[in-house]
């Protein structure tokens, strides 16, 4: 059998994606000793969803010394929940300051790779080809637009773009905003932009619970603090740490007393901050708060409540020319059209095509639903391993924690390749199978499966989520059960 290893101990290994993922591995493989290793990168920068996403209002939603690699604390970031560029920034300095912007092959995607002969044989976008041992596809979660499919969107006569792709050229001052969907992206461009334009229209399919938040700048001196004196910044983390093993450990579990309190938060936060009666009915969920991804937002009812802003519920019949059309008959004219409808949640590392050991299809094996043992690894697959896969714990944990304890078992596994145990591993199919089984009895039991739509389900309605603790999460990360694992030799 032909491998594309050099020697036994130097396994050739290819990451795909420089966001946060791709990061640290490249940066978590040199510490373990492997230096033949390549980034291939569709874009031109690092940072993945940072990157794409630029979106006015643009944050994230897990308090930012949590957002961070445990290695590399930023002392530096301005407040709680931490702006989109702060973030990208982070992740420039930090694949900089690890000499991984040497590793990458940018512009570069990877349209196919296939495994035969032994080896992960490999196309890019420019024609080249290469061969690896191993693949890891750290290629995120959410990052292929969903652009709904509204009658008349193409004939909308001014600007229109999805969120994630945000036309930046476009002065908005003064102009009729439109932006459709109200999922956390749509929430965060609501709170940004109502009083910067002059007409702000949200239509809202289904209302969202809020969950309130306190989103405050650290002072100069706070900084300086969490400069000089490390420790400060690690007691945050723990902090903001066990608050989200709290709400990890309730969503699990709909009847959670976690889950009430989670709730009555929600309702409290509609009640208390939204005066008129009928604005505050059309934004009641007629679900319960969790069961779709919950929004976190200091400001979002504040905005919703501007002058400027509307909140329009009648289902949209179309868009034309001039604007959109809605159920009522009304013709709501815009001069910009924002498509906040999310992403597809279920491709993963597709479209690339990736083929396993004798030409079995990724697409043909994820027909049903995408599935990935404990996210990470699938059978026939070998030496292919995913971070932030399929079945992960996306939405409930900080994704930065994640993938570090991802990336530190597919350490172990590769482990058993240089030691020259194997030369090839992948789980085998009666472990996934067990998994996937005990995974989707559990996801009936959590929150997200208490009957509203979302992202989360699969085609048949199961959460495709980790539906479990992050406790059990971690446990299973920490070593690998090796029995569980096909290894050819
Ligand atoms: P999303 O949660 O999937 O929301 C999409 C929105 O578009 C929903 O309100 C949906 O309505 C609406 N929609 C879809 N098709 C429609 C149609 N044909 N007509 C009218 N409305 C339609 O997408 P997202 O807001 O981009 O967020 C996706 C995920 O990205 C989040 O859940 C989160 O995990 C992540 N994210 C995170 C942050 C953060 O702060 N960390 C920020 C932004 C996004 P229905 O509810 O009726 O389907």
Redesign the pocket.
């Known amino acids: 059998m032909k491998h594309a290893q050099t020697t036994a101990n130097n396994p050739r290994i290819v990451v795909i994606g420089a966001g946060m993922a791709g990061i640290l591995t490249a940066i978590k493989l040199h510490e373990a000793g492997y230096d033949n290793y390549v980034i291939y990168e569709k874009s031109d920068r690092v940072g993945g969803t940072w990157r794409e ?1 630029t979106y006015p209002g ?5 308090p930012a010394h949590l957002y961070t690699y445990s290695f590399e604390p930023n002392p530096s970031w301005s407040r709680t ?1 931490a702006p989109g560029p702060e973030i990208h920034a982070y992740f420039e300095r930090v694949a900089k300051k690890y000499q991984v912007l040497d590793r990458i092959r940018f512009n570069e995607a990877i349209p196919s790779c296939e495994f035969r002969e032994g080896c992960w044989h490999l196309r890019t976008s420019t024609g080249r080809a290469d061969i690896a041992d191993v693949v890891i596809a750290a290629t995120g979660v ?1 990052h292929h637009p ?1 652009v ?3 009658a008349g969107l193409e004939t909308f006569a001014g600007a229109c773009f999805h ?2 792709r945000w036309d930046h050229s476009i002065d908005l001052e003064g102009k009729r905003v439109g932006v ?9 461009i609501t709170s940004a932009l109502v009083d910067k334009v002059g007409r702000f229209d949200l ?4 209302a ?1 619970w809020i969950m309130p938040i306190q989103n405050v700048e650290y002072s100069a001196d706070e900084i300086a603090g969490f400069r000089t004196d490390p420790e400060k910044v690690e007691t945050i983390r723990r902090k903001i740490n066990a608050d989200f093993q709290h709400f990890s450990n309730s969503v699990i579990d709909a009847d959670s007393v976690g889950m009430k309190e989670i709730e009555d938060a929600c309702r409290a936060n509609l009640e208390n901050h939204v005066r008129d009666p009928q604005l505050r009915e059309k934004l009641r969920p007629n679900y319960r708060a969790g069961c ?2 919950l929004i ?1 937002s200091s400001d979002f009812y504040t905005a919703i409540q501007h002058p400027h802003a509307n909140l329009i519920t009648d289902g ?1 019949e179309r868009v034309e020319p001039r604007g959109v059309r809605t159920a009522d008959g009304r013709l709501h004219e815009l001069d910009v059209l924002v498509v ?4 597809r949640a279920d491709s993963f590392i597709r479209p690339t095509t990736v083929l396993g050991r004798d030409g079995i299809n990724l697409d043909a094996v994820w027909a049903d639903h995408p599935v990935a043992y404990l996210s990470i690894s699938i059978p026939e697959f070998p030496n292919f391993f995913m971070l932030n896969g399929p079945n992960g714990p ?2 409930n944990f900080s994704l930065i924690q994640i993938a570090e304890s991802q990336v530190g078992y597919i350490l172990q596994l590769l482990a058993e390749i240089r030691a020259g145990r194997c030369r090839e591993i992948s789980v085998n199919a009666t472990a996934s199978a067990r998994f996937d089984d005990a995974r989707r009895t559990a996801a009936k039991k959590s929150i997200w499966a208490t009957g509203c ?3 989360y389900l699969d085609k048949h309605g199961v959460p495709a989520s980790w539906p479990w603790m992050p406790s059990r999460f971690y446990e299973e990360m920490a070593a690998p059960k090796l029995e569980s694992y096909d290894r050819v030799s």
């Open positions: 996403n643009i944050a994230c939603d897990v929940f959410l969903r709904a499919e509204i969120s994630a459709i969907g109200t999922g956390s992206t749509a929430i965060q239509f809202q399919r289904t969202q779709k991804r976190f949209i906040a409808t999310g992403f996306v939405g739509k979302s992202w």
